[in-house]
């Protein structure tokens, strides 16, 4: 598996952290979604975990994935859930945060398909099945 992404100076100040983004191995995957396009979405559950979209090869194969660097990679925050709706936009729930007095509870993020990033819910009741 070919693990390919621009990762943000932000998102991973380290080279130790940098290598965690592209390691060509899935980390604890919990949550899986399809787009009409075909990409597979694979939502890892460990902490600050990836997503990774895998675009479906012209053979139906999905030999390679992007890592999607997700807004939030606060200390303590694991992502729970995935979904992409008819538009493209990708959602992620996650929970969990060293800053419970900012995000309190779960918070939902949506990403459009241009790669922008959107809170769209947080709370305790912030997530989706």
């Given at each position: 598996m070919n693990v390919y992404t621009d990762v943000p100076a932000w998102a991973a100040p380290s080279d130790?952290?940098?290598?965690?983004?592209?390691?060509p191995a899935l980390g604890e995957p919990a949550?899986?979604?399809?787009d009409g396009?075909?990409?597979?979405y694979v939502m890892e559950s460990s902490e600050n975990g990836r997503v990774l979209r895998f675009p479906r090869g012209p053979d139906g194969r999905y030999a390679e994935c992007e890592a999607i660097v997700l807004p939030s990679q606060?200390?303590?925050?694991?992502?729970?859930?995935?979904?992409?709706?008819?538009r493209g936009c990708l959602f992620v729930a996650s929970r969990g945060t060293d800053?419970?007095?900012l995000l309190p509870g779960g918070q939902v993020f949506m990403r459009e398909r241009s790669g922008k990033w959107?809170?769209?819910?947080?709370?305790p009741f912030a997530?989706?099945?």
């Open positions: 130790e952290a940098r290598a965690r983004f592209t390691q949550d899986l979604a399809l396009d075909g990409q597979l606060q200390k303590g925050r694991v992502s729970t859930a995935i979904e992409v709706d008819a800053i419970p007095d959107y809170l769209v819910d947080y709370g997530e989706f099945i």
